[in-house]
C-alpha cells in the first residue's frame, strides 16, 4: 500500500499538479454551468457563459488561495490582482490564438492547443509569484522597495 500512495502523495504536493487538477476541474464545472443554464433555464448561451465564468473566477481563485498555494492574508488584494492578470492572460490568450491562426496560417485547434499550453505554464508562475506569494512580496513591491 505504501508504494501506491508514496507517488500520490508526491503528485499531491506538487504544485503545478494540483494547479492543473484545478484548471481540469473548472473547465468541466464551466461546462456544466453553462449547460444547465442555457438548457434547463433556457438563458442565451453567451449569458450563461458569462454567467458560468464569473463564478469560475471566483471558484479557481479560492482553490489556488486554499488548495494550491496555501496561502492566508491579503485577500481582497489578491483577488484583485488575481482577476487583473486574468483579464491579461484572456486578451493575450484571445490576441496569439488570432496570430497563431490567421496571421502564420495555424490549424485553429492547434494554436489553441499551444497558447493554452504555453499559457498554463505561464499563469502558474505568475500567480505563484505574483499573486500567491507566501508573504505577499510582488516584483511590484520588490521593485517599490528597491530590493
Given at each position: 500500500?505504501?508504494?501506491?500512495?508514496?507517488?500520490?502523495?508526491?503528485?499531491?504536493?506538487?504544485?503545478?499538479?494540483?494547479?492543473?487538477?484545478?484548471?481540469?476541474?473548472?473547465?468541466?464545472?464551466?461546462?456544466?454551468?453553462?449547460?444547465?443554464?442555457?438548457?434547463?433555464?433556457?438563458?442565451?448561451?453567451?449569458?450563461?457563459?458569462?454567467?458560468?465564468?464569473?463564478?469560475?473566477?471566483?471558484?479557481?481563485?479560492?482553490?489556488n488561495?486554499?488548495?494550491?498555494?496555501?496561502?492566508?492574508?491579503?485577500?481582497?488584494?489578491?483577488?484583485?490582482?488575481?482577476?487583473?492578470?486574468?483579464?491579461?492572460?484572456?486578451?493575450?490568450?484571445?490576441?496569439?490564438?488570432?496570430?497563431?491562426?490567421?496571421?502564420?496560417?495555424?490549424?485553429?485547434?492547434?494554436?489553441?492547443?499551444?497558447?493554452t499550453?504555453?499559457?498554463?505554464?505561464?499563469?502558474?508562475?505568475?500567480?505563484?509569484n505574483?499573486?500567491?506569494?507566501k508573504?505577499?512580496?510582488?516584483?511590484?513591491?520588490?521593485?517599490?522597495?528597491?530590493?
Open positions: 500500500m505504501t508504494a501506491v500512495s508514496s507517488p500520490i502523495k508526491r503528485l499531491y504536493r506538487n504544485k503545478f499538479v494540483r494547479f492543473g487538477a484545478a484548471g481540469v476541474f473548472t473547465y468541466f464545472l464551466n461546462i456544466g454551468i453553462t449547460f444547465l443554464l442555457t438548457e434547463i433555464v433556457g438563458l442565451y448561451y453567451l449569458y450563461s457563459y458569462i454567467i458560468a465564468w464569473s463564478i469560475i473566477i471566483i471558484i479557481n481563485f479560492i482553490l488561495l486554499r488548495f494550491i498555494f496555501s496561502v492566508k492574508g491579503y485577500t481582497a488584494r489578491r483577488f484583485i490582482k488575481y482577476v487583473l492578470f486574468w483579464a491579461v492572460f484572456t486578451v493575450t490568450n484571445i490576441y496569439l490564438v488570432k496570430l497563431f491562426t490567421e496571421v502564420l496560417g495555424l490549424y485553429y485547434l492547434l494554436s489553441i492547443t499551444t497558447i499550453g504555453v499559457l498554463f505554464v505561464v499563469k502558474y508562475f505568475t500567480y505563484k505574483l499573486v500567491f506569494h508573504e505577499d512580496a510582488s516584483v511590484f513591491t520588490k521593485i517599490k522597495d528597491g530590493k
